[in-house]
C-alpha cells in the first residue's frame, strides 16, 4: 500500500515507534484494510454488569416526567388522606414527619444510584469520543493514501506524456 516509516514520518510526524496505542492500532487496520467502526452500545451493554444496568433504569424512570407527577400525585394523596379524611386518627398528621422521613431514606437511596448512572454515562462519552477518534483517524490516512495514489497516478502519467513528447520532437526533428 504506502511506504510505512515513510507514511509514519510524514503524517504523523514521528517514528513508529513513537506512536501511540491507537495510532498504531489504526495503522495496522488501516494497511489490513479492515473496518474499525464499532456499535458502541452493543460493546457497552456487553460489558455493563447487572448493578450498572439497574442503576441506569432507575436513573431513567427517577429523571422523567412520569416518576415526578405520579410521586407529586403520591404526595398530594397523602396529605389529603392525613388531613381531610383521617380527621381525628390520622396515622401521619401534620406536619407529615413520617413523609418527611420516607422522602429522607428515598433521596438517601436514589441519589448515590442516580450518580452511578451519570458516572456510567461519562464512561460512555469517554468511550465514545475514542472511538470517534479512531474513525477519524482512520478516515484520515485513508485520505491521505487516496492523495498519494492519485498523485503517484499523476506522476506516471506525466512521464508517460513526456516520453511521447520526446519521441515526437525527435521524429519531427530528425
Known sequence: MYNLP???????GKSADELGDIEKR????AHERKIISTDINAALKAESTY???FADSIARV???WGFILTFLAFLVFWCVVNTVVLLTRA???YPFIFLNLI???LAAIQ???IMMSQNRQAERDRFEAAKDYEVNLKAELEVLSLHQKIDMSVLTEIAALRAEIAQLSQKISG
Open 6 to 12: 515513510n507514511f509514519v514520518h510524514i503524517h504523523f
Open 111 to 113: 441519589a448515590p444510584i
Open 62 to 64: 427517577g429523571g422523567s
Open 91 to 93: 396515622f401521619d398528621p
Open 103 to 105: 422522602l429522607s431514606m
Open 26 to 29: 489504526v495503522l495496522a487496520k
Open 51 to 53: 448493578g450498572e444496568r
